[in-house]
């Protein structure tokens, strides 16, 4: 007895011998056939068992083929997606928060084994987010922080990572950038931000709001957003800062100092009468814990 009538004696019952030798008397079905695992073995044992004709195993074998590969494709596609809107945030198409975070856990621990180089933060706080967001504008306020983030996209560089990491603070991060660049960076970024006129929603059509909004907050046909930043630097060979949480923190802190410089501008200027201009401040936290506030160049 040959190795083909030993194949089919071992796998197929008597009453499809024919039928299986017929099929496996090629010799690449033959080799595929005894490479295969126990489950494939099984399936086409199943297939010519139960047609016991030639062609209707290829044809029957050849649709499940096909479904197999197209579910593969589908599944591949879905993986894909789901990689994807875990990377992007939805709404501004910038990092999400969790890909941010990876990128600056891998980047800090590689600059803190390797004692050089540096990574800086800037931590982007809106300032008054909250008022395009009340009586019942929240399309609205999405509106502004998806055109804001197109704006900022525009200033981003090879070394530079941007990401949105809460309702409206963004983080930008610069991988060993020298303080003077980073600074000119802040500016160039308040500058972006302060030159955007964006539609108030007296002057936005439907379609981009939904349902009408009430609009007593404005008066104006454009708005001016603005931003506090807080800058800080981690630099390779120092332990100031103790880990990427520890830098973002004092990001956040510096963004904070920011802020209040900001609102108390605008109390005195409420108080004066004065309207008040939607510029940017800056505050950068030294790596020896020291604070710099200034107002964008």
């Known amino acids: 007895m040959d190795e083909l009538d030993n194949l089919v004696s071992e796998y197929f019952p008597t ?9 496996l008397s090629d010799p690449s079905r033959r080799a595929t056939f005894m490479g295969a695992s126990n489950e494939v073995k099984g399936a ?31 599944l591949r596609s879905d993986n894909d997606e789901l990689r994807e809107k875990a990377y992007i945030d939805p709404l501004t198409g910038l990092m999400s928060r969790g890909a941010f975070g990876d990128t600056l856990s891998r ?40 055109s804001v983030a197109d704006t900022l996209k525009e200033e981003l560089r090879d070394s530079d990572f941007l990401g949105r990491v809460g309702g409206d603070e963004f983080m930008w991060m610069v991988l060993n950038g020298d303080s003077e660049g980073v600074g000119k960076l802040a500016d160039r970024i308040a500058r972006s931000v302060y030159d955007m006129e964006i539609k108030s929603p007296r002057e936005l059509h439907e379609d981009v709001l939904g349902e009408e909004p009430r609009k007593k907050r404005f008066t104006k046909n454009v708005v001016q957003p603005s931003l506090s930043i807080g800058i800080t630097t981690f630099y390779g ?13 004092l990001a956040d802190e510096a963004s904070e100092k920011a802020k209040k410089r900001f609102h108390g501008r605008k109390k005195e200027r409420k108080r004066d009468g004065r309207e008040l201009k939607p510029k940017s401040d800056i505050c950068v936290r030294g790596p020896d814990g020291s604070t710099n506030l200034r107002r964008w160049q």
């Open 237 to 249: 060979g120092t332990y100031q800062i103790e880990d990427e949480d520890a830098l973002c923190n």
């Open 107 to 146: 980047l800090f621990g590689r600059i803190k084994r390797m004692r050089e180089g540096s990574l800086s933060v800037l931590a982007l706080d809106f300032n008054n987010f909250k008022r395009y967001n009340t009586d019942g504008l929240h399309v609205y306020g999405d509106h502004v922080l998806r």
């Open 15 to 23: 009453v499809v011998h024919d039928s299986a030798r017929e099929y």
């Open 44 to 74: 086409i044992v199943e297939l010519i068992s139960k047609n016991d004709h030639h062609e209707l195993l290829l044809g029957e074998t050849g649709n499940q083929i096909r479904t197999l590969k197209s579910e593969n494709g589908r």
